[in-house]
């Protein structure tokens, strides 16, 4: 009976989502940037850190992937193990209303990721592949060898950090 | 077989408590702060949005246990359900070394929660229970009373917006 159920059920999926082409993909699948997937579900992830840059007007969260938390957390960060993906939440900073000398998300401006595989991207120097989501709509951004080598020139005062900025906040 | 099994292990566990009392309880158990125990494994809970406050030099990542975060994402907030725990995990501000415009946690302040209840904290007229504990060796703060009224005085100006000074941050 339960079986029977189940496959009407499915049945009736495949009508509605043949009626609703666009409607049924459109939440589900963000296109890749520089040849990586949008880390599914980041948004739940646990935190590592976070940061505040005056020179941009961004404040950051700095998430982790189970295998970052798990180095984060054992202090085995350089290297960061492979298997390991970094993200960046950012958003403008923005002045807090009801306590004006507090600042907090305003705008979200991008995610960002680092996700370490040595073997996957070794040709570009660092084992690490580099991709960023613009906006709430998560648009790629740049393309291949361009983003990478803008990524890894910026992050090149922290190559004896495993080419990682964050160090993870001290928790209890 | 397995039932005699879990009888010994019991038997050994109370023996092993026995020798090491202080060992065995040291890392399990926090006190309760203001009569409220400290939320279990707080720090995989997800991120409601974060805050740098100058006034202070602390920088805070703002997390919700599951009702709080189905909460935010639904924008349903004022008032927020009961059952929500907010948790907030504060550091003092430290320059980056590594980009010296950016500003991140430094040492651990402390852990303070807002758990909302209207029927258990109605006496305080808020309808939420108020707790903090200090440092990674999270010893409970305040008494019962002072405590209550500290948070609450402080947390006023945000009266309509459920006591909660924190806006869920935008996200894709």
Chains 1, 2 share one sequence.
């Not at 350089?78 to 807090?96: Q, R, S």
């Not at 305003?106 to 990721?113: P, S």
């Amino acid at each position: 009976m339960k079986l029977y159920f189940l496959h009407y059920l499915s049945i009736g999926t495949l009508v509605i989502s043949s009626l609703f082409p666009s409607v049924a993909t459109a939440n589900i699948e963000v296109p890749p940037a520089n040849g990586i997937a949008l880390p599914e579900n980041y948004k739940d992830w646990r935190v590592i850190s976070m940061s505040h840059r005056t020179d941009n007007k961004t404040v950051r969260v700095i998430l982790g992937n189970d295998i970052a938390i798990k180095a984060a957390r054992a202090k085995q960060t350089n290297p960061w193990p492979d298997g390991t993906i970094i993200g960046k939440m950012v958003w403008k900073e923005m002045e807090k209303k009801t306590w004006p000398s507090a600042i907090a998300p305003d705008k979200f401006v991008h995610a960002e990721f680092m996700v370490k595989d040595t073997e996957k991207f070794k040709d570009n120097g660092t084992g690490w592949g580099w991709a960023r989501w613009l906006g709430t709509e998560q648009k790629p951004y740049g393309d291949a060898k361009d983003h990478d080598q803008s990524c890894i020139t910026c992050h090149t005062p922290v190559k004896g950090n495993d080419w990682v900025f964050t160090t993870p906040a001290p928790m209890p």
